[in-house]
């Protein structure tokens, strides 16, 4: 079945510095959804990408899907100890049935 | 809109007993999806509905695990008998369209 791939499975930066997780694919994704969980939460919804080579911003998260579809990336610009969680990207697959197939997220430390 | 109520938030139980846990999706919402998350295994589906009907329950991981969703505004998820390796955090998430909502999930240890 697809998988999706995210990395790195860990990031430590000091706050202040920049942060990008990347979600990858062997098979072509038919949209890309992320969320983030804080510690001890639950996802919380951020976004959704649907087209190629499509970029959204959201204050200081940039949003990217790639050209042909099997990746995307999230990019974090001067972390703040509030972006601490793990990040998830997630896809609905070929069959787009409504079941989302998440990666095995991200987990961000910043340190202050 | 309150968005998804799960209950319990916790669940402490000793391994044989049933455990039920149950959901609240958010109303219009006509996806329902039961999630269990771990350290090993991080988010997995269980078993999601489409307007009150199963579609899909091959997370389901035996059969000491079943879910109801009897009308469009409740979905139970149960175990029968439980076993320690079932703990874990079990969410529930309600969706139209577009991304999920998860509810804050149930924590369940089996000791």
């Known amino acids: 079945g697809q998988q999706v791939m995210q990395i790195p499975q860990y990031q430590h930066v000091q706050e202040g510095e920049d942060f990008t997780t990347y979600c990858n694919s062997s098979t072509t994704l038919s949209n890309i959804q992320w969320y983030k969980q804080r510690p001890g939460g639950h996802p919380v919804f951020l976004i959704q990408?649907?087209?190629?080579?499509e970029v959204k911003k959201q204050k200081r998260l940039t949003f990217q899907f790639g050209e042909a579809k099997k990746n995307s990336s999230l990019h974090i610009t001067a972390t703040q100890t509030t972006d601490v969680g793990t990040y998830f990207c997630?896809?609905?697959?070929?069959?787009?049935?409504?079941?989302?197939?998440f990666g095995q997220g991200t987990t961000l430390q910043v340190k202050p | 809109d309150a968005g998804v109520i799960q209950s319990p938030r916790h669940e402490v139980t000793e391994m044989g007993q049933e455990v039920t846990l149950r959901c609240k999706p958010i109303s219009g919402h006509d996806y329902l999806f039961w999630y269990r998350q771990t350290m090993m295994r991080g988010l997995e589906l269980l078993i999601y509905?489409?307007?009150?009907?199963?579609?899909?329950d091959s997370g389901m991981p035996e059969d000491r695990f079943s879910a109801k969703m009897p009308n469009a505004s409740f979905s139970t998820l149960k175990i029968q008998p439980s076993e320690p390796r079932d703990s874990a955090v079990y969410f529930c998430?309600?969706?139209?369209?577009?991304?999920?909502?998860f509810g804050s999930g149930t924590r369940l240890t089996v000791v």
């Open positions: 990408l649907v087209k190629s080579g």
């Open positions: 997630a896809d609905h697959g070929s069959s787009n049935t409504g079941k989302l197939i």
């Open positions: 998430a309600s969706s139209y369209f577009s991304g999920y909502t």
């Open positions: 509905f489409n307007n009150n009907v199963p579609i899909d």
